[in-house]
Nanobody, 129 residues
Framework: QVQLAESGGGLVQAGGSLRLSCAASGRPFSSYAMGWLRQAPGKEREFVAAISRSGGSTYSGDSVKGRFTISRDNAKNSLYLQMNSLKPEDTAVYYC??????????????????????WGQGTQVTVSS
């Protein structure tokens, strides 16, 4: 089992940047592929980005490509999401999640809740116009 705790959310103006972090504890962090997903009020959950166990492969949702970068530091048991050029439509609660699926299975349906075994509590990101 792994426990996940997000941090780094907040209020930022459109065009600004934020860096989210997710600290993991428990089983070896490198055992899991990791993802960031988000959910805005009244909307469906949306996949943001995923990263493989080694960090060598990443996969991003179309709405954030070129603006958001996912990374991880296995030595520090940490996952990150660098968010640049933020837009009001990026406003949501952002969750980090750990997956035991293969990279192929995860990226085939990265928004499926069943692909993630453990979830953090989420951190709010609000982008003002």
């Amino acid at each position: 089992q792994v426990q996940l705790a997000e941090s780094g959310g907040g209020l930022v103006q459109a065009g600004g940047s934020l860096r989210l972090s997710c600290a993991a504890s428990g089983r070896p962090f490198s055992s899991y592929a990791m993802g960031w997903l988000r959910q805005a009020p009244g909307k469906e959950r949306e996949f943001v980005a995923a990263i493989s166990r080694s960090g060598g492969s990443t996969y991003s949702g179309d709405s954030v490509k070129g603006r958001f970068t996912i990374s991880r530091d296995n030595a520090k048991n940490s996952l990150y999401l660098q968010m640049n050029s933020l837009k009001p439509e990026d406003t949501a609660v952002y969750y980090c999640a750990a997956s035991i699926e293969t990279w192929w299975s995860l990226t085939a349906d990265p928004n499926a809740r069943r692909n993630y075994r453990y979830w953090g509590q989420g951190t709010q990101v609000t982008v003002s116009s």
